[in-house]
């Protein structure tokens, strides 16, 4: 599995558009990333997941460039409610081969949103 | 509201007992994992389960063993505790790429 690598911490104000860059450099064909949010004493929780170019939903949008090698995520006008820990994760869907639930996570980028 | 339920939510055990963690997990996932979290870290996988049977384990010592029962329901148990074992304990029930997680619990040994 491709290991990934993300800066520890992030400092924004709210209502700013906050980028989190990960890198992934031996990322293989058939490994998506994914992005997960976790908050204090609570289980992570999905935001979006992409293969290459741009994914948006509803709260956020994810940047891949064409070698893939890196990918950004983009969370836009940032409230408090977003400070948490955000990680980024590689592998391949189940599908592909990969395991299913077998997660890697890093120690993730801890945003924090201040007034 | 992610539809997978742990209990209990905090538990205090003393180092050389033995706990069992549940797991409830969101209907028609047939997969569950088990994730060790310690404090400033990310979750470290332990174990997968699939249809009642192990597919797919992390690099955690024997002593911690899980099941998954019909209803894809599930227990972690770990055995001889350390106190090194105190973490937060995910699991996860998973649909294609995306995994649900549960609240987690919180274990605490002294």
């Known amino acids: 599995l491709a290991k990934t690598t993300q800066p520890i911490s992030m400092d924004s104000y709210e209502g700013q558009e906050v980028n989190i860059t990960c890198s992934h450099n031996?990322?293989?064909?058939?490994?998506?990333i994914t992005w997960y949010q976790q908050f204090p004493s609570q289980g992570p929780r999905f935001i979006i997941q992409?293969?290459?170019t741009k994914v948006t939903n509803e709260v956020a949008s994810l940047f891949i460039p064409a070698d893939r090698k890196s990918s950004t995520l983009s969370l836009p006008r940032v409230s408090l409610s977003d400070t948490a820990v955000y990680y980024c994760?590689?592998?391949?869907?189940?599908?592909?081969?990969?395991?299913?639930?077998?997660?890697?996570f890093g120690k993730g980028t801890k945003l924090s949103v201040k007034p | 509201e992610t539809g997978v339920t742990q209990s209990p939510t905090h538990l205090i055990k003393t180092r050389g007992q033995q706990v069992t963690l549940r797991c409830s997990s969101q209907?028609?996932?047939?997969?569950v994992s088990w994730y060790q979290q310690a404090l400033g870290q990310g979750p470290q996988f332990i174990f997968q389960?699939?249809?009642?049977?192990?597919?797919g384990r992390g690099n955690f010592p024997p002593r911690f063993s899980g099941l998954q029962f019909p209803n894809y329901s599930s227990e972690l148990n770990v055995n001889a505790l350390e106190l090194d074992d105190s973490a937060l304990y995910l699991c996860?029930?998973?649909?294609?790429?995306?995994?649900?997680f549960g609240q987690g619990t919180r274990l605490t040994v002294v």
């Open positions: 992409g293969y290459k």
């Open positions: 031996n990322i293989a064909t058939n490994d998506y």
């Open positions: 389960y699939y249809r009642e049977e192990e597919n």
């Open positions: 209907s028609g996932h047939n997969t």
């Open positions: 996860a029930s998973s649909l294609q790429q995306e995994a649900f």
């Open positions: 994760l590689v592998g391949a869907p189940a599908y592909y081969g990969g395991s299913q639930g077998n997660l890697i």
